[in-house]
């Protein structure tokens, strides 16, 4: 079992204690955001860091502002 502690930036994003460990450039999803894994660093034999990078969220268009349009 080992404690990973998932750090977006330098920010904790989350703290899970897994039994397999995750690998570089694999998808993740955490939180409904999802994102790839840039890289793990041991600092203990059983604590891991591993280091992510979520997607860009997009913006969507407010649709109130076009509803409106349409029923004038």
């Not at 990973?4 to 999803?29: A, M």
């Not at 600092?43 to 268009?61: A, D, G, H, M, R």
């Amino acid at each position: 079992m080992y404690n990973v502690h998932f750090y977006e930036k330098k920010t904790v994003v989350l703290s899970q204690l897994r039994e397999t460990l995750p690998l570089v450039n694999d998808p993740i999803k955490i939180k409904g955001r999802k994102g790839t894994v840039i890289d793990i660093i041991k600092i203990s034999e059983q604590t891991i860091n591993v280091l992510i990078e979520f997607e860009k969220e997009k913006k969507k268009q407010n649709l109130s502002k076009e509803i409106g349009k349409k029923r004038k």
